[in-house]
């Protein structure tokens, strides 16, 4: 099994910046893709950012390119999301888990709030 706990959520004005943190435990080497999924009200979770453990490599969506930067530390099993210039359509519940094909692939975690206000 694995464990996700997310912290680093808060308010925050637009334009504004906040570093969320994942720490992960338990089987997390079954998935070489972590990333960070987002769900606002009403919506369903979308993807916000993935990193590839293998190569560092790293996605992001239209919706955030360039205001948000994933990075991890492997041997910690922890992952981070840094975020700038925030719009208040961030506003959700963050989510760190493991990717495959686009989906999570652990149970959620409990997440962390960010809510930008306008």
């Known amino acids: 099994q694995v464990q996700l706990v997310e912290s680093g959520g808060g308010l925050v004005q637009a334009g504004g910046s906040l570093r969320l943190s994942c720490a992960a435990s338990?089987?997390?080497?079954?998935?070489?893709?972590m990333g960070w999924f987002r769900q606002a009200p009403g919506k369903e979770h979308e993807l916000a950012a993935v990193?590839?453990?293998?190569?560092?490599?790293?996605y992001y969506p239209d919706s955030v390119k360039g205001r948000f930067t994933i990075s991890g530390d492997n041997a910690k099993n922890t992952i981070y999301l840094q975020m700038n210039s925030l719009k208040p359509e961030d506003t959700a519940v963050y989510y760190c888990?493991?990717?495959?094909?686009?989906?999570?692939?652990?149970?959620w975690g409990q997440g962390t709030q960010v809510t930008v206000s306008s």
């Open positions: 888990n493991g990717v495959r094909k686009g989906n999570p692939q652990f149970a």
């Open positions: 338990g089987r997390t080497f079954s998935s070489s893709l």
């Open positions: 990193i590839d453990w293998s190569d560092s490599s790293t």
